[in-house]
T-cell receptor, first 114, second 112 residues
Framework: GAGVSQSPSNKVTEKGKDVELRCDPI?????LYWYRQRLGQGLEFLIY????????KSGLPSDRFSAERTGGSVSTLTIQRTQQEDSAVYLC????????????FGPGTRLLVL | RKEVEQDPGPFNVPEGATVAFNCTYS??????FFWYRQDCRKEPKLLMS???SGNEDGRFTAQLNRASQYISLLIRDSKLSDSATYLC?????????????FGQGTILTVHP
């Protein structure tokens, strides 16, 4: 079946602009996660959605970052007033009910802020 | 101190070699442990979970030492296709259930 998809695959933007990154999880997966991976670094947790529960936003680095998950499926990560340090690969993952720790990742969105 | 620490390598080994990676974690309350594999410019993929009693999957053996807060991955009879970055991953459970904490990864290159 289809895996996690993300769009765009690459995004180049100017400092100060807003960007929206999209994630489409695996059908039936109730949990959705966003991570950030800077060049040569491990993944940093950003935010976690589980069903209808309030999201765990504890990893969002600043109030410029926000995420929504509409209808329990597609999610959008928004970065406002982008900064050069926001340049990274943004990875989305999803997992099925009861198997939150078996996370399947999408290919990521490579964001470059000039 | 980072929550999950790994030797970044790189490890360069010939085909057929045995190679071991180590990882330490700082939170003694951590409950679940994993090794992920990430190919160059690709997304991470789950390689194997790590159980307290140690577990094996083909050429791969994972071990956990809770007392020392230490995780290892052993790869026997290395193949060219094993070349990748290996990520040590920890979950703290409880209110952090679902949130994975990743090490920075260990780079492995297997050469002919």
């Amino acid at each position: 079946g289809a895996g996690v998809s993300q769009s765009p695959s690459n995004k180049v933007t100017e400092k100060g602009k807003d960007v929206e990154l999209r994630c489409d999880p695996i059908s039936g997966h109730t949990a959705l996660y966003w991570y950030r991976q800077r060049l040569g670094q491990g993944l940093e947790f950003l935010i976690y959605f589980q069903g209808n529960s309030a999201p765990d936003k504890s990893g969002l680095p600043s109030d410029r970052f926000s995420a929504e998950r509409t209808g329990g499926s597609v999610s959008t990560l928004t970065i406002q007033r982008t900064q050069q340090e926001d340049s990274a690969v943004y990875l989305c993952a999803s997992s099925s009910p009861g198997l939150a720790l078996s996370q399947y990742f999408g290919p990521g969105t490579r964001l470059l802020v000039l | 101190r980072k929550e999950v620490e790994q030797d970044p390598g790189p490890f360069n080994v010939p085909e057929g070699a045995t190679v071991a990676f180590n990882c330490t974690y700082s939170n003694s309350a951590s409950q679940s442990f994993f090794w992920y594999r990430q190919d160059c410019r690709k997304e991470p993929k789950l390689l194997m979970s790590v159980y307290s009693s140690g577990n094996e999957d083909g050429r791969f053996t994972a071990q956990l030492n809770r007392a020392s807060q230490y995780i290892s991955l052993l790869i026997r009879d290395s193949k060219l296709s094993d070349s990748a970055t290996y990520l040590c991953v920890v979950n703290h459970g409880g209110t952090s259930y679902g949130k994975l904490t990743f090490g920075q990864g260990t780079i492995l290159t297997v050469h002919p």
